[in-house]
Each structure stands twice: as C-alpha cells, then as structure tokens.
T-cell receptor, first 112, second 114 residues
Framework: DQQVKQNSPSLSVQEGRISILNCDYT??????FLWYKKYPAEGPTFLIS?????DKNEDGRFTVFLNKSAKHLSLHIVPSQPGDSAVYFCAASGNAGNMLTFGGGTRLMVKP | GAVVSQHPSWVICKSGTSVKIECRSL??????MFWYRQFPKQSLMLMATSNEGSKATYEQGVEKDKFLINHASLTLSTLTVTSAHPEDSSFYIC??????????FGPGTRLTVT
C-alpha cells in the first residue's frame, strides 16, 4: 500500500505562471515532509521541507503548504521557469527518523 | 547539504557476474547511508539502510545475500550486486542522512545487465 501518493504523473505549465504539485499521505505518524527535484540519470536534489508543526514554509520561488487534517501537502513554484522542468518527488518521514518514503513523482514541464 | 558521489556512474555487466557500486560522502562523516533503486518511470524504493560498523538493515523483499552492503568507514558505503541478472538492471542511488531529517543523494549509478 502506497503511503505517499502523487496522483498527477505529469503537469504542464506556461513559463511565468504558478506550478502546483500535490501529494497525499496516509500514515498519520509522518511528521516531516520534503520535496526533491530530479533530472533523468541524476540523484534527487533537496528543495524544501516542512515540519508538521507548521502549515507553510517558503524559500524563494518555492512554497510548501501542509494540511495535516487532510493529510495533504503541495508545492507551489512561482513564477515557473523552463529550468524547473524535472520530476518532483515528495517524501515523508516519521518518528524522528530520517528514513524517507517517496511518492511516485510528478513530471513538471514548463513551456517557454 | 552533504556532497555525495557514486562510482561508477554507469556500468554494463554480463549476467551472472557481480558488480560493486561505491557511495562516498565527501564532506560529511556519515554514520548512516541509504541505498535506493529506481526502475524507469517509477519512484525511488528504499533497499537498505547502511550503518557504519554494523550490519545493514534491509527492506522487506530485498535479498540481503544478493545485495551486499558494506559500510566500513564514515565516508564510504558499497553495494555489491552478486550474480546479477537482467531484472537487476536499474538506477541505484545512495544517500547520506544528515541532521535530524534530511537526506542528500548521490548522482546515481545505472546498472545494465546483459
């Protein structure tokens, strides 16, 4: 059973507009969430994280929102740039450990 | 974050042979490293947690006798795929656990078994 799900396998956005990537989880023990960006044949790159004690964390163009009651988080990228085109994975951990459970990924394509 | 390297970046081997993949933490002494596998268009699946100086912890369904992990120092963990078969062809990625929650990933190794 997938504990972390990204229901949209792909997303296409125009340059300059907002990209919203969604992630749902089922395990209520998860209390730390991360977003990673991945290019083909490369390892994931850490983007941004959020603890369950917060509902929002912002870093430049990237903002992560967490809705604990809905077990849902989202990554907002604004404005989107062509260089943002990649696969984005959300990941979760719990019990103060750093073992991660990954979602299936969403391929973002930002069109010039 | 931590800088992690992997070697080789790409390897082709014949069925039945063994392949060793190295994961190095270049600027951080890592007591814990993680090994993941990613099949095409799929997510990263944790294979095992590598602990310096002790035996690795394998995830359910991962054969510990097939995927040998050695974490002999704080900067090096190795994954050996023994008696490789074509179904072992995949992208293998290691990561270093730093701080309370974060992991930093290596660039990955693509294994092709012919």
């Amino acid at each position: 059973d997938q504990q972390v799900k990204q229901n949209s396998p792909s997303l296409s956005v125009q340059e300059g507009r907002i990209s919203i990537l969604n992630c749902d989880y089922t395990n209520s023990m998860f209390d730390y969430f991360l977003w990673y960006k991945k290019y083909p044949a490369e390892g994931p790159t850490f983007l941004i994280s959020i603890s369950s004690i917060k509902d929002k964390n912002e870093d430049g163009r990237f903002t992560v929102f967490l809705n604990k009651s809905a077990k849902h988080l989202s990554l907002h990228i604004v404005p989107s740039q062509p260089g943002d085109s990649a696969v984005y994975f959300c990941a979760a951990s719990g019990n103060a450990g750093n073992m991660l459970t990954f979602g299936g990924g969403t391929r973002l394509m930002v069109k010039p | 974050g931590a800088v992690v390297s992997q070697h080789p970046s790409w390897v082709i081997c014949k069925s039945g042979t063994s392949v060793k993949i190295e994961c190095r933490s270049l600027d951080f002494q890592a007591t814990t490293m993680f090994w993941y596998r990613q099949f095409p268009k799929q997510s990263l699946m944790l294979m095992a947690t590598s602990n310096e100086g002790s035996k690795a912890t394998y995830e359910q369904g991962v054969e510990k006798d097939k995927f040998l992990i050695n974490h002999a120092s704080l900067t090096l963990s190795t994954l050996t795929v023994t008696s490789a078969h074509p179904e072992d062809s995949s992208f293998y990625i290691c990561s270093v656990g730093q701080g309370v929650r974060e992991q930093y990933f290596g660039p990955g190794t693509r294994l092709t078994v012919t």
